[in-house]
């Protein structure tokens, strides 16, 4: 891959992956951003939606898998739900 200039590219800390959606052979992905609440719990202000193509999003998956990393487990209490 070409190196990429992303020195203007906002970075986000998502938390968690909320839900992956269907559309078409396309996948977006729906992550949350939280905040802690005055007492002390964590409440969600933001999601992230990422649209990746299918070919994209199996590049993607492929990288994580192969990072060396243990995603799977993280990975099996996402949601899938059809877009609509």
Known sequence: MADLDTFG????????????????????????????????????????KLALSADAAFQTAQAILS?????????ENASTVWAN
């Not at 990393?69 to 990975?75: F, I, M, S, T």
């Open 9 to 48: 590219v906002r970075e986000v800390f998502c938390e968690a992956l909320a839900r992956v959606e269907r559309i078409g052979p396309n996948r977006r992905l729906v992550f949350v951003i939280t905040v802690p609440n005055s007492d002390g719990t964590k409440a969600p202000v933001a999601v992230v």
């Open 67 to 75: 990072d060396g990393g243990q995603p799977l487990a993280a990975l």
